[in-house]
């Protein structure tokens, strides 16, 4: 009887494993069939084949998140590209059409040409900079990085552009907190930050850059804070995706990467990016983890 019973038992459970274990099957046929949202079943019992399907469907989600932002930079490049584009090809082609002598019309020409190339140019330089903190390849180049270095030079470089818009900006620095990161693509967030904050805030408005150490549920804050337009909450998380523009005419200059570069950095960092309201305008914090010092 006990050898039945080993014997049945173990049936019913190779049974139910490989049961499991097709179920697995199913779903990995149809994702390279092209559905990105199948998942795998999970039982409920905590055991190693349910851990090892919960790290698939982890695995799963980072590979259709990062497919189906391919998918929108591909789209969105070409539609917004297409514009600047075809405007420089026409600028040079009408100089080149236009009967004139006056060297002073082709510098113009040749200023606004530059002027166009350096913005399609930062557009290429903001993109590769999103797809370097998304490989996650710089995670083995992380080392100590002083975020008060990185908070005072960003101050430092904004201090004169906001003071020319009529702007206050404040600096509080309230730790000297250090963190394992990328300390370029970290100052580049920073600044990408303070550059919307400036962008958005009407003159005689008030900024503030403030860096806190540990706390609950982190190792460091570094918040950047404004009195401006500010984001409605309906939009928060679509400005994080690639060439989103709250200026839906694009009369303001931009080309809507800098939050996507912002949340790319802070992913990297395993840090989380918060959008919260200040009342009134905005206030964007990056919150380092517990273990990220």
């Known amino acids: 009887m006990t050898v039945v019973l080993g014997l049945g038992g173990g049936l019913l459970l190779a049974r139910g494993a490989m049961h499991r274990i097709e179920a697995i099957n199913r779903t990995t046929h149809r994702i390279m069939a092209g559905d990105l949202s199948g998942r795998v079943p999970r039982g409920g019992g905590g055991d190693e084949i349910d851990r090892l399907a919960g790290n698939l469907n982890a695995m799963l989600d980072q590979i259709e998140r990062l497919m189906t932002g391919m998918r929108q930079v591909t789209e969105s490049v070409a539609h917004d590209l297409r514009t600047p584009l075809s405007r420089l090809r026409s600028r040079v082609e009408l100089a080149l059409i236009r009967e004139t002598d006056d060297p002073e019309v082709y510098r113009g020409v040749l200023q606004d040409t530059i002027l166009e190339a350096d913005r399609l140019l930062a557009t290429f330089t903001a993109l590769l900079s999103i797809a370097e903190a998304e490989s996650g390849a710089n995670r083995k180049a992380l080392e100590p990085v002083r975020l008060a270095d990185v908070v005072r030079l960003a101050a430092d470089l904004y201090e004169p552009v906001a003071e020319e818009k009529g702007l206050t ?125």
């Open 169 to 293: 900006l404040v600096t509080d620095i309230r730790a000297e907190p250090t963190v394992r990161g990328n300390e370029q693509l970290l100052a580049q967030a920073v600044s990408n930050l303070l550059d919307n904050a400036i962008k958005y805030t009407p003159e005689g408005g008030r900024i503030t850059l403030l860096l806190e150490g540990a706390g609950p549920g982190q190792a460091a804050r570094i918040t950047v804070a404004d009195n401006g337009s500010g984001i409605p909450p309906e939009m928060r998380e679509k400005v994080l995706e690639r060439f989103v523009r709250l200026d839906t005419a694009r009369a303001s200059p931009g080309n809507g990467l800098g939050l996507s570069l912002v949340e790319a950095v802070a992913r990297l960092h395993d840090a989380a990016l918060r959008l919260e309201d200040n009342e009134p305008g905005l206030k964007v914090g990056i919150v380092f983890p517990p273990d990220a010092g």
